[in-house]
């Protein structure tokens, strides 16, 4: 099975600031599918942005986009403008190309301060 | 659309009870999987099936027994419960074919088992 690393368990940054999440991954694959995905404190698990392989261009959702780095297998999301309500965790998923299953890395916790 | 729904939401087992957590979706998905949480651990896949009749085992499947009799629902038995299986369980469902479909969680069943 592919493994997905967040290197960070716990980041911090101030309201308005940037912060970046890092997530390596491990696959032969040249196809796959990679995610974000956000759990805060109400448990549920919400879909931040996603990205195609096949797709040079990195993805941009709102004040999240990625840096896709796919000779690096490194898939890092940066959060622009941060809010109080971006605190939750951080997950970043692989998904083989022919398959259904997302592989997990362990979280990143992320803290806002004001 | 209710999306995924899943219940109990809290349940509180003895060791070597069993009990069924219900999975439910109303969005005409085939995919559909069950994943638990531990602290530290991220997602791990326990079961999947992509389609009514048809499931498999995932990374951790040991304990856990499902089957998918209708396109909506799929519950995961718990056999015999043991303290290890003391988690979040979290059901999703996505849209089967190749893209980068989104994974759709439940809100949980937080599960202790004493």
């Known amino acids: 099975a592919q493994t997905v690393t967040q290197s960070q368990p716990e980041m911090s940054v101030q309201e308005a600031e940037t912060v970046t999440l890092s997530c390596t991954y491990d696959?032969?694959?040249?196809?796959?599918?990679l995610f974000w995905y956000k759990q805060p404190p109400s448990r549920q698990m919400i879909l931040v942005i996603r990205q195609e392989a096949y797709k040079q261009q990195n993805a941009t959702e709102n004040r999240f986009s990625v840096n896709f780095q796919k000779a690096a297998k490194s898939f890092s999301l940066k959060i622009s403008d941060s809010q109080l309500g971006d605190a939750a965790m951080y997950f970043c998923a692989y998904r083989s190309f022919s398959g259904y299953a997302l592989n997990f890395g362990k979280g990143t916790s992320l803290l806002v301060t004001p | 659309n209710a999306g995924v729904t899943q219940t109990p939401k809290f349940q509180v087992l003895k060791t070597g009870q069993s009990m069924t957590l219900q999975c439910a979706q109303d969005?005409?998905?085939?995919?559909m999987s069950w994943y638990r949480q531990d602290p530290g651990m991220g997602l791990r896949l326990i079961h999947y099936?992509?389609?009514?009749?048809?499931?498999d085992q995932g990374e951790v499947p040991n304990g856990y027994n499902v089957s998918r009799s209708t396109t909506e629902d799929f519950p995961l038995r718990l056999l015999s419960a043991a303290p290890s299986q003391t988690s979040v369980y979290f059901c999703?469902?996505?849209?089967?074919?190749?893209?980068?479909?989104?994974?759709?969680f439940g809100p949980g069943t937080r599960l202790t088992v004493t």
């Open positions: 969005m005409n998905h085939e995919y």
């Open positions: 999703a469902s996505s849209r089967s074919g190749r893209g980068a479909y989104e994974q759709y």
């Open positions: 696959t032969s694959e040249s196809d796959y599918y």
């Open positions: 099936s992509v389609g009514a009749g048809i499931t």
